[in-house]
């Protein structure tokens, strides 16, 4: 069975598993007070040109979420995001469990716009009982998205100047921030990241580490007391080093960007090969994840040997899919998934 | 200045204040633990043919809703509720912050279905990993709606029939129940909701007393351990007695139901004036609230004179308001309302 | 059955129903947005000489602490309490359920020591990973305390320095206040407590109200969105002037300490007869909780009469009870008591 | 510098490692869905002689803490805890930010007893308002505690005893699990714990792994919708196999025993020199943390080359310390600390 049903199938890039291998022994200070970590957050701060920002180290996503967003809020303060937002569907209610409301907006191919946002915030603070409604305070957003689709920097500094005119921090999630950095016509780059946000993270799980995001607090408001919130939420790792191990591989030659291209490169000869396929897409996507419609029996031949994830039929005959690539995705195996699609399509 | 903006505008009715001010010096235990409690529990039982039922008072809306959800919900667990819902919109988070999420549905009429609520279930347990959403466990619904709408009673048996089939808590808002137990055209009784729900309220705060809510907990299962939830909300009133005394005099001979009664009555006088006069309503609702459709013009006018809610905008020219009767309403101020709307509508 | 067990087992000073009966049938605006709250806000600002201060009128004494305390804190910092306050020990685990960790300190008397804080503090903030511990941002004590006893005003201004000192904000629990400011022996004023207290509230369920708490928020820090923490834990009332009534008429001319004095009279001549019958005390309270130890035959005769709470044995032979007088208590029963004390002690 | 301040100063045993890098390549699903889990999960099962069990990989040891305590409790219930319990002390109030409150009992030596824990709900079924304070539904303990110290088999059965008597779930943190079990003098078998407990842990991060401990659930009640609880609190790894292999590398051959007793052994050749050298002890250690009593100036002489953990004063001229080994403690560190303790005591 060959994997494409996600992006975090395989261990890590070869290169950290040298490096833990090579450090294993050394004895260092606990929960991320060692030279690795410190190694890590300098070369993370530089690239972001970001040198005031304090970057920490966490283990998933979920976690990452649940307590930035708990050091975003007062108790009666929400998140706004895009309906489809991964705080929203995939984790279980963390925020909520956190005592957070979230507002979703409707979204369009994952994404939400300024205007959207800007709406929510008059409509709130006309009420003539505002404290009836939980307070609009942070922005979340993914870049690329659930469907791998990306904001323009015009998008991000239109929701940035909203945020401004409204009292809101912008928390931008980049589990796949990689993907979204290295994609064919993507224009926002990592320091523009660092600009726009008011904190965001870099995610390491599944662009080559074996697990890991650093999280990027760019305004001080934030920074205060965040080790706090991530000691509270179990999110200090007692071997803190081994997080800065990898985001230093990671970040010392640019690696990370180069696995997350090649992701990208695998997943834009699927896409030519599903065009040529005369296949729909449900989202025109650059990035690692692509969303092709099939027709029910190619799916189900192609799944004799191919895993992917499910999104919904379409319609009684079609069921969409998302395929994804990664750092480790063989070009071999791509060649022999794009070849199966166009025969199975008769192309 | 005549207010008919809410209908919670006056005090209380004047027997409930005797009541209190004939029992004021008596001396009893604290906590609810009192007689009149237990009276007013035994007749509300009574009254619902719930002779297996637990009766608690409480304070006010917010307060049940937060107190019975945390009662009927593990921390993983989620509310189906109508996006209008007063847990979703007008409650400051108060579910979230005890750590729940709401699942919004899309309403029509301030109402939900049946086969929307199983759709979600069926959405829920169909996927993959259903761990990674919220797992839903109870359906809010309040009758009357937000809007004044009413579920009919087969609407509501069908409601129950899902929640059976997809072991969800059934919970309804009764914080008007008394005006959608009077209102012309519904088909719903008291002992109806006792047993299609698995716990309710009977509003009294918006219906004659002073405040309090008096929770009707049918399913065993939600009765258990339920003042500890109460007292951790700050749930617990420490002259409980008020609040019994209050039951028991708005439950001794149905004043309840005759106040309630009395609002619909006058709510169906100015709802037929606006018709004469021309106007549309936002919801076609046979409560204590209305929502005519106003000419700005016409709404300034009123305004000189009448405080209403405002509903927002419906196009450059038309506001939508809510006009709210209660037990208080005086005949006479609903005819000068009435008389003033058709005269400024020319007809 | 004469009840001496608690504080709140009557109704409501008459005037206090007298106001309600009168204002009864006017329209006002809801959830304390009426004239009856501003003009009740106003003269207690007036009588704490605190202009500045934000004052709002909530239902009860678990809620007014809950609400408060996630007022003040953010989710990892912590409460530091006497292990007997009210909070630690009454109310059902609700500061917990808001989030917040607790940090209670041994009491002498139902009280703590600005050096007990002082070491608090400098242990957290010396300790080599202050993060892996919630974080002092809170002081709670009771004025009077659980026990009745008072701070003396030197040792509040101690904790207040403390508190200053150490970046903490102090909270005073008043659910007895009154009884507290007219105790013989009492050096404290009410503006005292406002310059000494960022936040504290005066307690009306226990001293003359039906119910009710005025929280009084010096600190402008804590004032700013204080209402959304309100309406989040349900503690708004709709008809919120019922707050503003009461507390109107036990402020217009100084009633509510008159109430107050009243109480502690009653209770000193309790304490004289115990003391003349040879019986110990469990503290030396000059407030309207007075805690004899009795001979278990003594207590069991009483018991036929009188009801009191219990505060467990002492020895095989000897219980401690608790004594209560509030302002409704008649002289003629206390000349009761007293007297059956004494003839029982043999005196 | 010689780190002997905690048992997590380096790595990963090698082996683990290798297998990481042996497997690295492999493709499996995600969130511990993958054959190394499920081996892992057998293992221990077979280990523990708990077939019916249910056995969860989690991160770290306040991660599982808060997210097994989360699936112990309802919002009411407490945990009963010796107040030197990691979850009362250096969790950064992770448990009450789940919502619960901790009742601490005085330890001695780390240990609560059976009788305590009786003495704790009594108090609490015999109140005349049980539902004022938190409900007891939990009791945490550590093996070996916070002080290296240990239960008997006797005494936990007693505790055992209790819990069935007081409808209590019996959690026990084994974050230094192993080296319990292999000490010297020590009675209880995995398999005793594994009957005792309602729910327990065996700690990886502080025995050999890199990271993971393994939560072993036997009561069926506690299995239900467990996995939920983690993904809300982000605790289900992407790459869930990580821990699966860890996990099997450790139990496939005792490895995880065989560490655990090396560092017991190293431990007991430190705690002779320090006898020998005429040193107290705070607690009377068995295994892998030793916690002698040291002179001011000897101890500062020897932070020159070893990194210690600090215990606070003693007296004037006395300092209390915690000395760790772990698996990874080599012999000739252990003769070489050794050896400057008698020079420096002048033994």
Redesign the interface.
Known sequence: ???FN?D?????H?RI?EK??Q?????????GNDPYCRQAAELIKQQCNAPQAAVHFL?????????VL?ACL???Q?IISPVSGHIN??????I???????E?LPQEFGKITAAQIARVCKAHWED??P?????PRTVYISFPTEYGTLYSLQELKEIRRVCDENHLFLFIDGARLGYGLTAPGNDVTLQDIAVLADVFYIGG??IGA??GEAVVITNPKLQK?F?????????????GR?LGIQFLTLFEDRLYLQLARHANEMAMIIQKACQQAGLKFLYDSPTNQQFPVLPNDMLATLEETYSFA?MGCVDKNHSAIRICTSW?TRPEDVAQLTADILKLSGK
Chains 1, 2, 3, 4 share one sequence.
């Open positions: 069975m060959l994997r996600c975090y199938c395989e261990g890590a070869p598993l833990l291998t450090t294993n022994l050394e004895q260092t200070a606990g929960y283990c998933g996503g979920t976690q990452t979420n649940l307590t708990a007062r108790p009666y929400s569907v995939h984790e279980a209610g963390a909520e469990a956190t005592g957070h409301h979230i979703p003539d009982n404290e009836f409604a939980p307070q799980t599944k074996l697990f007391d080790r706090y919130f991530m000691k509270q939420k179990g999110a200090i790792l007692a071997k081994l499910h480790a």
